[in-house]
């Protein structure tokens, strides 16, 4: 979908940086046709598979394999409860049935029932159901809306400087830079930026708190010579903010836990799909599935022996998808 977690929007990226701009809020799900090709031996022959869709957001691969699969049931997390919201009126405009769900309710053959819930938990809610999966997505980031109209401070034109998914969780993005020493500044925007002028931008930011805004911020970043070399395709504070956005929400963290306890959840000849943005999600996933297809090889099957990328034709339509990679786990029938 033209969103993910690539860089932020505004109008510091407007002119200079196309890459970065997305001209309307308009979602499209990434790797949509892969995603389909990959569910189809699994949920064709059963009458009523189980779906977890642990990334809902606007429901885009909802929609589209719940129309290829009618009789499925879709268990679909969301950390962000604005975006079940986005998810609903989507779902419903599909002419599907959508349900918030808080409890063990029923989960009907061609609805959606939703939940409010990061997938690091996943694992533990199908336990508490009785479930497995026939088919687990995991389409990481954020979305489109987040960049563009959330106001969170993912947009290097928002005035606030939150970015939590869940509101209830965590530190904000502002508590962070206000309050933890250099160092640990520097090694997040290291670690999870890849920003080869962490310690220098690290500095500004304790030099000059508080830093309030995200406008303020990326400002700072932009006269820091943030982002590296000169040739660059992305805005330079993209990777400042990719880093505290994954700071702020234990983003690998998650990863990492679903990676290592979902796989458990796949029936036999189940399969997981995870598509990543990043190398840093790339390598927990990688890591994870191979690992498991060679310690259990008798139970779990790598179907990506390489990641899957968009095409050419894809990356055109839909810029942000360029960094999308998919991997495929299946567990053996
Ligand atoms: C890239 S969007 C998913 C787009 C979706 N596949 C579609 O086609 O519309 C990622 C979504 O995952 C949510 N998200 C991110 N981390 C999450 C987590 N740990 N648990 C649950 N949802 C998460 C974000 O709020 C966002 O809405």
Redesign the pocket.
């Known amino acids: 979908?033209p969103?993910?977690?690539r860089g932020p929007t505004g109008s510091l990226s407007r002119k200079k940086w196309p890459g970065g701009i997305l001209s309307e809020v308009r979602?499209v799900?990434v790797l949509l046709n892969e995603v389909l090709d990959f569910a189809r031996p699994v949920l064709t022959r059963l009458s009523a598979p189980v779906i977890l869709?642990?990334?809902?957001?606007?429901?885009?691969?909802?929609i589209a394999l719940l129309k290829a699969f009618p009789g499925a049931r879709v268990l679909a997390?969301?950390?962000?409860p604005e975006?079940l919201e986005r998810?609903r009126a989507r779902v419903s405009s599909a002419g599907l049935s959508f349900a918030l769900s808080t409890g063990d309710s029923e989960l009907p053959a061609g609805a959606v029932v939703s939940r409010q819930?990061?997938?690091?938990f996943a694992a533990d809610l199908l336990s508490a159901r009785g479930l497995r999966a026939d088919f687990i997505?995991l389409?990481?980031?954020?979305?489109l809306y987040?960049l563009r109209g959330a106001g969170r401070g993912f947009s290097y034109n928002d005035q606030s400087l939150d970015m939590r998914?869940d509101s209830r969780e965590g530190r904000t993005a502002a508590e962070l830079l206000n309050h933890l020493p250099v160092r640990e500044l520097e090694h997040i925007f290291r670690e999870f930026g890849e920003e080869p002028r962490a310690g220098r931008i690290a500095r500004a930011i304790v030099g000059r708190r508080p830093i309030t805004s995200a406008t303020q911020l990326a400002e700072l970043v932009l006269r820091e010579g943030g982002g590296g070399g000169r040739r660059r395709r992305i805005h330079p504070a993209t990777r400042v903010f990719q880093a505290l956005r994954i700071s702020v929400?234990d983003?690998l963290g998650?990863?990492d836990e679903?990676c290592r306890t979902l796989p458990e959840k796949l029936a036999p000849g189940a399969r997981m799909a995870v598509i990543s943005f990043h190398s840093l999600e790339d390598r927990i996933v990688k890591h994870r599935f191979r690992d498991l297809a060679r310690s259990r090889a008798e139970e779990f099957e790598l179907l990506t022996k390489r990641p899957i990328r968009p095409g050419p034709e894809e990356n055109r339509a839909n810029a942000p998808s360029r960094s999308a990679r998919l991997r495929v786990l299946q567990r053996r029938g």
Request: avoid cysteine; charged fraction near 25%; charge should be negative.
């Open positions: 979908m969103r993910k977690g979602h799900p869709d642990g990334t809902l957001g606007e429901a885009g691969h909802t997390l969301d950390r962000d975006m998810a819930l990061s997938f690091r997505l389409d990481l980031g954020i979305s987040h998914l929400n983003e998650a990863l679903a």
